[in-house]
């Protein structure tokens, strides 16, 4: 069974080994600190007292951003990156946000079909947004920007 609740500066370790394994170039830890108050929000999948995932959300005036979603290899596949991302969508509905938006690498094609489903679609693209060791992109890679609108009333 996986339960969720937030992450705290006590559990950023196992949160650092996650994003770690999951990313070529991982955010550097005082980079996850700082997402942890102010204008950041963020939720963390446990499967009994062991973090298995996470997202780091940013509010930015009404419109809500999902900076990072990770879901540690030995747990990916069992669901919890929807979980985590209807979450994240919840989260945006109770806390009136206008918009929600990502961004994604153009070769991680697991997550986009996985935000298309949620209801995320293409806005435009990000081009060499992200690092990549692929030889072929030239050391960057592009960004898919998606977006969705929430409606109220």
Known sequence: ????????????????AIENACHTHPWALNTMQSCLAGRYFNL???KAEQMV??????????DFTLMDICVAPQFQGQGIAKQLLNAFISYGEQHSA?????????????AI????????????????????????KNGYEDAILMGMTLLFG
């Not at 969720?4 to 006590?10: G, H, M, R």
């Not at 995932?53 to 009404?62: H, L, Q, S």
């Not at 206008?98 to 697991?110: H, K, Y």
Request: net charge negative; charged share 25%.
């Open 1 to 16: 069974m996986i339960t969720f609740k937030p992450v705290t500066e006590a559990s950023i370790d196992a949160l650092m």
């Open 44 to 46: 963390a999948a446990f």
């Open 53 to 62: 995932g996470f997202y780091i959300g940013e509010k930015a005036g009404p």
């Open 98 to 110: 206008e918009n929600l938006f990502l961004e994604v690498r153009e070769t991680n094609t697991r």
């Open 113 to 136: 079909a996985l935000y298309e489903q949620a209801g995320f679609t293409e806005m435009s693209v990000r081009k060499n947004y992200y690092p990549s060791d692929d030889p072929a």
